[in-house]
């Protein structure tokens, strides 16, 4: 070594440091006879820790299992890591920066260099260097912890300080048997260089030599192995070509076979047995294994393995036939990720032999996945297994191992034990395993799954994908599989008729824990029934989901067109509180239809600003400007108010695609009409309802009727949602629908009460995103309504013209040459999904985009101010009447009001209501705060008024007394407020003649004589 193993305790303080790791508080027990827990997990204090004579610290744990085994640090971090003493060393000096990491961390990478070729030296020359003696430090590193502790055991009968050499030099007679060969050194020469290469105490380089017979000539060639080379192309090497698809370990077993017979048929003969015969006689169990780290492992514990030289190497029926001549079992333990149990069920449904069908599976647990080998990476197969559980136990395994094929056949016999015989032809029995049955089905992807709260469901798991079934569609899999593979009808009869086959029995599938998960606060995963593409801040690119541990249901796969990803359509940049939006391309025929119903100006861009123009002109403004949000004829702030229309659509889509409610992010998307009508009425036929149905092709949509009155006062008006529901969609909510019922659904969990059924309660990470449209203002916008609704404002520009309010009519189909969605092609699909997919980016990576507020809080407030307040304040304020920018007491405007709208009661509390938010119409100011007092009233003493309500007369009082008042101050015309002027007021008394009342002077008349 480059350094001495002491200085690893001097900088750790006698290894003090490195137990703190695992117990923080460990200081505590220092020099104490206090017992401490190892792990949170341990039922009570069993370890003790002391300080040897030569500043050591060493913790015993009485409570481990076995015999109370102190451990020096070192040994500590082999025990908790499972590892090698070389691995604990590389651990130790990483994680407490020691000061020689840089000499440890060489260990584990080889010696490389390179120097010049000798003359004799030909190109592409090999050579190896060989060790007389596998390093001890190598069998660590090959084999597991308990593989180790099993051969121990079987040499337990040896004193103590012999028995590691024992188990050492059993361990490498065996990986020797295999051909296994240690290295000290290989080279290679390549363009007169030579390079070397050389092996450590940490970095094994093992020459795994073979013969084997290609283009009918023997062979001998090697196969070179690194396992703790870091590039995994690197970590095999063939010399002399190899033979890729060579079956390593078969030789052996042959050997030990015939060996095994030649026994046997000694033992018979010196028996007179008769009955004896040679090819009966079978090994129990031959492993097929994934590899040679497995194989060896698996060997170390008793069992015969074979592993393939490589990837390429497919086990074919000829193979297993000879594997079924050797062994009573063919077995596999694939690894646990989805590649290995992938491969390992196409093996054993290759179609070419029902012989597969035997091969038994070993199952390692599940929850092996769940702990990790010392580089972080989750534990998959038999060498991480053997790690952390004993090999008696992956004999139990064994044990449990079935194979495929779920049922047993003999020939029937008569009732005199013969044969039984149909139409020539041999009668055959079938009998049906319950467990091999469900293994079956659950090797193929059955299981159960909680679909809602304490709702439990058969789903079936293809790759990534579920789909939800019922017993009836289990039982037809089963009966396919067996008309696929052209099995008797006298078995497929014996399926048909078995109860096996039902719900009684299918209750003992696994209820299966899969991660659903598409989309995180960052992040969206979009599915297709062909590609995976990933959105997230960064950026979007098409990704594997196969194998990535994330499951998606079928019915949540977007079943349309998608062929490949596009060029941006838009981008959007923000800078000082504004966005700047530049279109790139708008092909795509759903974006039209959004650039559309954001030109809220379309009308004085193509019409009034165009009325001068001839008709040429107008034609070509309007073709080259057809789908233009930024169209030249309008002014920089119209422009600018039309593209954060789009955007803010953008944005909202963006929103509503993305599966993941983000707690700061929760709002109901409302769309309504931005361009009010000029009598105020609602409008409808902008596009409201073709904009939601742009969700509805991607994500699962629960339809809700907004006319419907008292839509929420129905306990069961959520019952169609359930955890799969993305968006639920109130359509056309009708005038005065109450917005703030929903504030508990955006923000909340959501309970649903199906009928007949238990009601749940889904938590708001599970609840649907909330989109409505209406023709109506929500009421009253308090700021907490408007914090929880992301507006929508959609411009007039597609209309109907049935009150002639319009130079024509203009609906989505004529404008845009087709209907959205149900006409749409290949290509017009894979364009609307682009434009979804960077619509969705937009909202992760960019601050929250607002459409303008203006006309949207204009239409609220002419519907709070009622047409009929409305009109009466039109005619009223005004400089004609003299009644602005001056004192007007309540009560006078109050009673001209009632009169006009012909009403007896009307308080002068909402009647004030009333007048400042039609201030806030105009523009005005409704009380200026300098005629306020210390109350916030304007309440003078001013000469009192009195009507006679026969004469609908004024009379003024002599006397004053104290009343309210109200102020309405304007702008001037050249800009700023009129000044105010407390000391006037309205007087209903004296009438005003406007300068159109008098008559005009007749030129040459002479003035009246008085006198």
Sequence with gaps: MAFDIDQIFQETNGGLDIIRWYVKDIDDFVGTNKHFRMRDADKSESCAIKKTPEHRYIVTDFGGGGSAKPRNAIALVQHEENCTYGEALKIIVTRHNLSFGQEVQSLYTAKFR???????????????????????????????????????????????????????????????????????????????????????????????????TINEKKTKWKKIYQPKNKDKKFRFMYYNGGDRYFLHGLVQLRAKVEKLRDQKQKEAKSNDDTSFQREKIKLENVFFSTGGSDAINKAAIGFECVYGASEYFKLSSSVLKELRSL??????????????????????????????????????????????????????????????????????????????????????????GNARFKFGRPVYEYKISIERMLNFLIKNGFGRYETMPDFIEYIHVKGSVVSIVKPEQIKSFVINFLRQWYMEEGLIDTVHKSPILSDTHFTQLPELELDFRDAWFNTQLMYFPKKTIKIDDKGITEVKNEG????????????????????????????????????????????????????VHWRKELEDNLDDLSSEEIEKYKSENRFNISGPNLTDEERYEQELHLMSKYYALGYLVHRYKDPSRSWSVVAMDDTPNEDGLPQGGTGKSIFFEAIKQVREQVFLNGKKDKLFDDSHVLEQITRKTDSLYIDDAAQGFDFEQLFSLVTGDMTVNPKGKTRVSLDKSESPKISISTNYTPGKMSGSLLRRILFLGMSNYFHNNKLGEFREERTPVSDLGKSLFSAFDDNDWNNFLNLLIQCSHLYLSTSQIEAPMKNIMERNILADIGLTFL??????????????????????????????????????????????????????????????????????????????????????????????YFYLQTEKETGG???????????????????????????????????
Excluded at 892 to 910: C, H, V
Aim: hydrophobic content about 35%; overall charge neutral.
């Design 548 to 599: 990535s541990g994330f499951y998606v249901w079928e019915s949540q796969i977007i079943q349309k067109p998608f062929s490949r990803l596009l060029d941006p359509m838009f981008n959007v940049l923000e800078q000082d509180g504004r966005f700047k939006l530049t279109m790139l391309n708008n092909d795509c025929i759903f974006n039209r239809f959004l650039i559309q119903t954001s030109r």
């Design 114 to 212: 390179k120097e010049d070729a000798n003359p004799d030296e030909k190109e592409g020359l090999w050579e190896f260097g060989h060790l007389e003696e596998w390093p001890d430090s190598w069998i660590d590193i090959l084999f597991s912890r308990y593989a180790i502790a099993d051969v121990e055991y079987k040499h337990k009968h040896i004193k103590e300080e012999d028995r590691k050499k024992a188990v050492y030099d059993s361990l490498k007679l065996l990986l020797t048997n295999q051909n296994w060969h240690p290295l000290s050194s290989y080279s290679i020469v390549k363009e007169r260089k030579k390079t070397i290469v050389e092996s450590q105490d940490h970095y094994p380089i093992i020459s795994i030599e073979e013969e084997s």
């Design 977 to 1011: 407020w009129n000044e105010v002027n407390g000391a006037k007021v309205y007087d209903p008394t004296f009438k005003t003649i406007p300068a159109d009342g008098f008559p005009t002077p007749v030129p040459g008349t002479e003035k009246p004589n008085f006198t």
């Design 327 to 416: 062994a009573h079992n063919i077995c596999t333990c694939p690894d646990l990720d989805y590649t290995g149990q992938r491969e390992n069920l196409a093996l054993c449904f290759t179609s070419t032999s029902t012989n597969y069908l035997d091969i038994k599976t070993v199952d390692l647990p599940v929850e092996l996945q769940y702990k990790t080998d010392q580089y972080l990476r989750k534990c998959k197969d038999v060498r991480d297994y053997l790690n952390y559980f004993s090999a008696s136990s992956f004999r139990n395994l064994v044990k449990m191992a079935k194979p495929m094929r779920f049922w047993d056949s003999h020939q029937a016999l008569d009732r005199d």
């Design 871 to 964: 009109e009466w304040a039109e005619n009223y304020f005004n400089n004609d009447m003299g009644t602005i920018d001056i004192v007007i007491p309540v009560k006078i405007a109050l009673e001209d009001f009632k009169n006009s709208a012909n009403m007896n009661k009307y308080s002068a509390q909402l009647f004030n209501s009333k007048l400042r938010l039609f201030a806030q119409f105009k523009g005005w100011r409704y009380n200026p705060k300098d005629l306020l007092g210390k109350s916030k009233r304007f309440s003078r003493r001013f000469p009192a008024y009195e009507l006679d309500h026969k004469l609908k007369t004024w009379s003024k009082s002599i006397d004053t007394v104290a009343q309210d």
